[in-house]
């Protein structure tokens, strides 16, 4: 008798093990295997749950064991289902674009308020205008169109291969004609125009302390995350010319991180150097942006 026959497992035993497997890997193990389970199977998580005595076939253990182990090795989710939720949306990623942080959030939810609060209800043909500088899979740019159809996005990005997941991003949802992306660096391609609302996450993680597989950031593209020395060198040829990049009244969002906001701060009052800027927190209590708006 093949001692390697294979021994049908069901759908709540194969979770079990995944959930073991994946222990050491992350700190949502029972959630990685839930959801890699579903996109093996092709159900929904719910469906998972509430057939745990249906037996999987071999292909399908095998595949879901395979993923396991690629998670286990520390690639994030993301990158394995090809998709992340961001403002209760969902975006296509791959390992070309950083995938987006929940904390950034905060930035949309900024940008949004500003943009509502600069639509002319009298001249609703008349579009709010938005720079997304550093626009990688375009979870900032597509989110804010897809949230006010008075929004026109533009965005920039020195990866050709984001740009392409951005556009992917904004057919997905459906407002790809309120949005444009330039392969370019910074605002270099938007080129004198002036904007409502300005957003950038820019790479910001000192060059030294770039993660590497397989902690799970280090998966993901060196550009989008290495700042250079002090992890400010995308900021600092950023930031002289942003002002030229404001119309009156316009709002400038800056997203980073604890460790580089002193030094981000003295840039921008270097750049700004008669306005007011607010460094805001994150849900955790951590710096994580820099908001200002210019005057009317
Ligand atoms: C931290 S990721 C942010 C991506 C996306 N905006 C988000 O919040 O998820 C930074 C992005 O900036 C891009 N980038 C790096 N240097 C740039 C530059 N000089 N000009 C434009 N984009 C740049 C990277 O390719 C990457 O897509």
Request: proline share 8%; glycine share 10%.
């Amino acid at each position: 008798m093949n001692a390697q026959a294979y021994r049908p497992l069901t759908v709540a035993q194969t979770l079990a093990r995944g959930i073991v497997g994946l222990a050491k890997a992350g700190d949502s193990p029972r959630s990685d295997a839930l959801q890699l389970l579903a996109f093996v199977l092709g159900r929904e998580r719910s469906w998972i749950v509430a057939h745990g005595e249906t037996f999987l076939s071999k292909p399908q253990a095998e595949k879901f064991a395979g993923l396991c182990d690629v998670r286990a090795g520390g690639m994030p989710l993301a990158y394995i289902l090809g998709t992340v939720g961001f403002y209760g949306r969902e975006f296509t990623v791959n390992e070309k674009v950083l995938v987006p942080r929940p904390e950034t959030e905060h930035l949309v939810d900024e940008a949004l308020a500003h943009v509502k609060a600069r639509v002319n209800p009298s001249l609703p043909k008349q579009f709010v205008t938005v720079l997304d500088v550093g626009v990688g899979s375009g979870a900032i740019a597509c989110t804010i169109a897809a949230e006010n159809a008075n929004v026109f996005v533009e965005g920039t990005d020195t990866s050709s291969a984001a740009i392409k997941v951005a556009q992917h991003n904004a057919r997905r949802l459906n407002v790809i004609g309120r949005c444009r992306f330039h392969y370019g660096s910074l605002a270099s391609p938007v080129g004198d125009r002036q904007y409502d609302v300005v957003v950038a996450n820019l790479p910001y993680v000192p060059s030294a302390d770039v993660p590497r597989p397989p902690e799970s950031a280090g998966f993901e593209p060196r550009e989008a995350l290495d700042g250079g020395p002090d992890g400010l060198a995308a900021y600092r040829q950023f930031l002289p010319g942003a002002p030229g990049l404001l119309k009156p009244g316009g709002m400038l969002l800056l997203e980073a991180a604890p460790p580089v906001f002193d030094e981000l701060a003295v840039l921008v009052g270097r750049a700004f150097p008669r306005l007011d800027f607010e460094v805001c927190e994150d849900y955790a209590g951590l710096a994580r942006y820099v908001k200002l708006v210019t005057p009317e």
